[in-house]
């Protein structure tokens, strides 16, 4: 008997319809014989308004609080999932994370899972129950509930099914799979029916929401057989696997990413350790910094640009300027209004003139390049956040037209 994970997201379980249609899902999967284990979100927008609630009470609520109150919006899912299920006739639990022995660190709102006591969900299983767990949340070793941050519940997901060896981890969303670029903004997106953990990782990071990439990272370390498909329709997703067969492009899809902006740090100091000294203050302050220019030195100082979330952005600045003197540097330049647009593939890494493809494409539609960002299978570039729509469209237009 097969174990299936399945995890389903805000959109599918957010009104009472939606409920019914993911509770039939779940049991069409049990009837054919499987051993069911399903993680759900909040419904729709239940984590805004209870954020939204939060704030009108206490605007600088503790993240512990925060956590208590947002755990809330999962179990209120997996409870109705569940009477759904019961109507049906089925047998069914749902647990929250800390019956389900999902245990934590203790970073309130952004925490990782340490391990996973699997006894009682086991002892469930055993009993031919379908199990419902609270997806986004786990317990501390302090016995306090807390939270995952953006995308908990694909990694709560992929996390039992690496814990359980499942045969199969599905994720439900709105969208029936993963498309080579957006398709509202795209209308030639096509959909990939298979895909490599490590695209799918650096297209997850570079703004495609899909699938959240620490979910991708576990399911590439444990060798999940994850699969994304529509709990709106009933047809094949994509396969998110470790090798996929060949295709004629170098490239898997086109994403996008405007929650970001670039820092100019003018006259900078020009002597050894200041780029040294001047990241390890934002890492010690947990700012994740993306792509690094360097000017080249000159005698009286250098320039560095960095881009960075823009949420990160006060915090950065309020750093850096309290450390002006330190580090020896003119003025900071903020620009929030940048865009980034990657192209992502397995195929670039033995495929000439991936790069110059893009760069073309952009040219071609008048867009200027501000920065660009490489990995081993990716180029991202930075562009003002107006063109950052026609950018996708001329970009997939040159990588993927012909094949339309």
Known sequence: MKLIVQKFGGTSVRDAERIRNVAGIIADTYKAG?????????????????????????????????DMLLSTGEQIS??????????MGLPVVSLAAWQAGIHTTSAHSDARIKSIDAERIRRELDQNKIVLVAG????SRFGDVTTLGRGGSDTSAVALAAAFRADLCQIYTDVDGVYTTDPRIVPGARKLPEITYDEMLELASQGAQVLHNRSVELAKKYHVNMEVVSSLERKPGTKVKEVVKMEKTSIAGVAKD????????VQLEH??????????LLSQASINVDAIIQSIGREDGKDISFTLPKTDVEEAVRLLEEQKDALGFEQLIVDEKIAKVSIVGAGMMSTPGVATKMFEALYDANINIQMINTSEIRVSVFIDEEDVNAAMRAVHDKFFGDQL
């Open 258 to 265: 405007t929650g970001m902006a670039r820092i100019a740090v």
């Open 34 to 66: 499987n051993r069911v284990l399903a993680v759900l979100s909040a419904q729709g927008d239940t984590t805004d308004d209870l954020i939204e609630k939060a704030r009108e009470i206490n605007p600088r609520a503790s993240k512990r609080e925060m």
């Open 136 to 139: 986004f949340q786990g317990v």
């Open 271 to 280: 002597s050894p350790g200041v780029a040294f000294r001047m990241f390890s």
């Open 78 to 87: 997996i409870a109705l999932c569940a009477m759904a299920l019961e109507a």
